[in-house]
C-alpha cells in the first residue's frame, strides 16, 4: 500500500478494560484476560486496539479519575502484565494505544491530596484554586464546578465530577510532571494515545459566567421533558451556553504543539488521536494531533443515506481544505454512547441496520474505530435498580430528581438507566454459559451482564454460526484489508438524491470500488451505465450480504436487495 502511515491503514478496536474479559475469576476484566484474547482480535482481523484507563483509580468516573498516571490499577494485574500484554499484542501485529487524560485526575492523586492541603504546599498551584466560586459554572456530570476545601478555606475547579480536579496547565510544572507520565508509557513501546477530552483543558479566563436559568440537574430533567422542536432547540442551545465558556480556551494549540513534539521524540510512527471533532487540532499536519474524530456522523438519531451524504460533504471538504489534506476518522460508537446496534435500529430491522452501519465505517475514508462487543451486536442494557449504578453521573441524578425535584423513583429509576453510561458498558458476552462466559458462574460481574448472551448474543455461538453478525464483521474486515481503494481511494459520491440507499466510489489510479448500502426494504434496481467511472466495465462483487459475491454483473439492471450491503470492484 501506497505512503500511507499505520493509523491510517489500520482499523481500530476500543477496549474497554473492565468488562472486556475476566482472567482471574473476580467479575472484573484484567491484563489477563485481554491477552487471552489477542487470538481472538487477530482472528477477527482489527490492527490497532485503543485502551481505556487501566491505571489505578478510585473509579469514580471508571477509570477516568486517575490516581497514578505510571501504573496499572490492582484489579487488571501489574506493570508486568501490561508488558505481556504489550509484546502479545506486538508480536500479533496488533499496535496499542493509551487513554491519556490531561484535564483531571482523581481526587486522590497524591498530587490533588498535597495540593489541597494548604495554601503553600510545592504543590499549591497544581489545580486551579479561588476563593469563592467566581461564576456559576456547572460540572458536566454533577452539579456546581467549583467545591470547597476546608484545609485551604477555598475552592477548586472541576469540570467533570468533583472526585476529578482540573489541573492548571499553566504551571509548567504541571507539564513537566505529566510529560514524564507520558514518556513513560512510550518509553515501554506503547504506540500513541487517545486524548481524553482535550476541550476542556482551557477555559475563558474572563471565567464568563453562563446565562442559562437552570442547574445541570434543572437542564438535564428538562431535556427528557422537552416534547415540541421549539422546545428542543431551545434546550439544546442553553446545554450550548451552560458550557461554552468552560471549553476551548487559549492555549490547547501550544500545549498540544508540546506533546506532539514529545511523541514525535519516538520512533515507530507513534500517534496521537483526539477526543474531538475540531479540526484545528490536527495543527499543520506535523505539529498537533494526528486524528480527531467525526463525531457528527454519530449525531443523530437515524444513520440515513442523506445524513452520511451531507456529514461527509461537510467533513472531507474541511479536510481536503487544509494545505496537508487531513485523514478523517470514523466511528459509531464508544463506552460514552449507546450501543450501535440499540441506537441506530429501529425495532424492528437492527438485524439488518446493525449490518448497514458496520459497512459504513468500514468503507468510508478514514480510519475506523470499532467499539468492543459491536461486533456481536451487543446491546444497551437497562438497569432496574439504583444500587446497580456504577456510572456517578447516573447515581447523582437519581439522587438530585428524587430529593429536589421529587421525581418518583420509579421514574427516577428508567430516566437514570436511560442516560447513565452503564448500559453501555456491561460485560463482553463470549459464551452462552452463565455470566456470558465473561467471568465464573457464581461470582457477581462488576456491572450485570445483559441477559441476552443466552439468545445468540456472544462470541461461541456467532463463532460457529456462519451467517451471525461475528462473521460478516471478519469477512468485512477481510475484504477491506485486500481492497486497497477502500483504505486509501478518494470518495466520491453517486446518485445524490436517492433517499433509500447510499451509494459512492472509492477510487485510486489502479482500482475503483462500488459501494452500495440499502437503507430500505425495498429491492432497488439502479442503473450507473451513464456513470463515467462505469463506461465499459463491469462490476465484479467483492462482498454482498445477501451472497452474490464473486459474480460479474453489468453497471444496468443492478438489483440491490432489502437492506443489502453491496460492494463491487468496477473493472
Ligand atoms: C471523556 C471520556 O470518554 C468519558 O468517559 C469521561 O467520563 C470524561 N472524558 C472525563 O474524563
Not at 458550557?243 to 521524540?265: V, Y
Not at 424492528?348 to 478514514?366: F, I, M, P, S, Y
Not at 441477559?451 to 451471525?468: L, T
Not at 436517492?498 to 434496481?525: C, I, M, P
Amino acid at each position: 500500500m501506497s505512503k500511507l502511515k499505520w493509523w491510517q491503514t489500520a482499523v481500530f478496536y476500543q477496549i474497554y478494560p473492565r468488562s472486556f474479559a475476566d482472567g482471574n475469576g473476580d467479575g472484573i476484566g484484567d491484563f489477563k484476560g485481554i491477552t487471552e484474547k489477542l487470538d481472538y482480535l487477530k482472528d477477527l482481523g482489527i490492527d490497532a486496539l485503543w485502551l481505556s484507563p487501566h491505571f489505578p483509580s478510585p473509579n469514580w468516573d471508571c477509570g477516568y479519575d486517575i490516581s497514578d498516571y505510571t501504573n496499572v490499577a490492582p484489579e487488571y494485574g501489574t506493570l508486568d502484565d501490561f508488558k505481556v500484554f504489550l509484546s502479545e499484542s506486538h508480536e500479533r501485529g496488533i499496535r496499542v494505544i493509551l487513554d491519556l487524560v490531561l484535564n483531571h485526575t482523581s481526587d486522590e492523586h497524591p498530587w490533588f491530596l498535597e495540593s489541597k492541603s494548604s495554601r503553600d504546599n510545592p504543590k499549591a498551584d497544581w489545580y486551579v484554586w479561588a476563593d469563592t466560586p467566581p461564576n456559576n459554572w456547572q460540572s458536566c456530570f454533577d452539579g456546581d464546578a467549583w467545591t470547597y476545601v476546608p484545609e485551604r478555606g477555598q475552592y477548586y475547579y472541576h469540570y467533570f465530577m468533583k472526585q476529578q480536579p482540573d489541573l492548571n496547565w499553566r504551571n509548567p510544572e504541571v507539564k513537566k510532571a505529566m510529560w514524564d507520565a507520558v514518556r513513560f508509557w512510550l518509553d515501554l513501546g506503547v504506540d500513541g494515545y487517545r486524548l481524553d477530552a482535550i476541550g476542556t483543558i482551557f477555559e475563558d479566563p474572563n471565567l464568563t459566567p453562563h446565562t442559562v436559568p437552570m442547574n445541570l440537574a434543572e437542564l438535564r430533567r428538562a431535556s427528557e421533558l422537552a416534547q415540541t422542536p421549539a422546545m428542543k432547540k431551545k434546550i439544546e442551545k442553553y446545554w450550548y451556553d451552560m458550557f461554552k465558556n468552560q471549553w476551548g480556551g487559549p492555549g490547547l494549540h501550544d500545549l498540544m504543539k508540546e506533546l506532539r513534539a514529545i511523541i514525535d521524540e519516538y520512533d515507530g510512527d507513534r500517534m496521537l488521536v483526539g477526543e474531538d471533532d475540531n479540526i484545528a487540532y490536527m495543527g499543520n499536519g506535523n505539529d498537533e494531533l494526528h486524528l480527531v474524530f467525526n463525531f457528527p456522523l454519530m449525531r443523530t438519531d437515524r444513520i440515513t443515506p442523506a445524513h452520511i451524504r451531507r456529514n461527509q460533504k461537510e467533513r472531507l471538504s474541511q479536510l481536503e481544505a487544509l494545505p496537508f489534506k487531513g485523514w478523517p476518522c470514523n466511528t459509531l460508537g464508544n463506552h460514552d454512547s449507546s450501543r450501535i446496534y440499540t441506537r441506530y435500529g429501529d425495532k424492528q430491522h437492527d438485524a439488518g441496520l446493525a449490518r448497514l452501519h458496520a459497512a459504513l465505517v468500514l468503507t468510508l475514508k478514514g480510519t475506523p474505530f470499532l467499539y468492543n462487543g459491536e461486533e456481536i451486536g451487543m446491546t444497551d442494557y437497562m438497569l432496574t435498580d439504583i444500587s446497580q449504578v456504577k456510572d456517578t453521573m447516573g447515581s447523582w441524578y437519581y439522587h438530585a430528581i428524587v430529593t429536589e425535584m421529587g421525581v418518583h423513583p420509579d421514574e427516577a429509576m428508567q430516566r437514570t438507566a436511560a442516560m447513565t453510561r452503564d448500559k453501555n458498558r456491561t460485560p463482553m458476552q463470549w459464551s452462552d454459559n452463565p455470566n456470558a462466559g465473561f467471568a465464573p458462574a457464581n461470582v457477581k460481574t462488576w456491572l450485570p451482564v445483559n441477559p441476552n448472551y443466552a439468545d445468540g448474543i456472544n462470541v461461541k455461538d456467532q463463532h460457529n454460526n456462519p451467517n451471525s453478525l461475528l462473521n460478516y464483521y471478519k469477512h468485512l474486515l477481510r475484504v477491506r484489508k485486500h481492497t486497497p481503494a477502500l483504505i486509501e481511494g478518494e470518495y466520491i459520491p453517486l446518485n445524490n438524491t436517492a433517499r433509500d440507499y447510499f451509494a459512492f466510489l472509492r477510487v485510486t489510479g489502479e482500482q475503483t470500488v462500488l459501494v452500495v448500502l440499502n437503507f430500505s426494504t425495498k429491492q432497488l434496481e439502479l442503473n450507473f451505465s451513464r456513470t463515467k467511472e462505469f463506461k465499459e466495465r463491469k462490476l465484479h462483487v467483492l462482498f454482498s450480504s445477501a451472497g452474490r459475491a464473486n459474480t460479474i454483473q453489468g453497471p444496468k439492471g443492478l438489483r440491490i436487495g432489502a437492506f443489502e450491503v453491496y460492494i463491487a470492484e468496477v473493472k
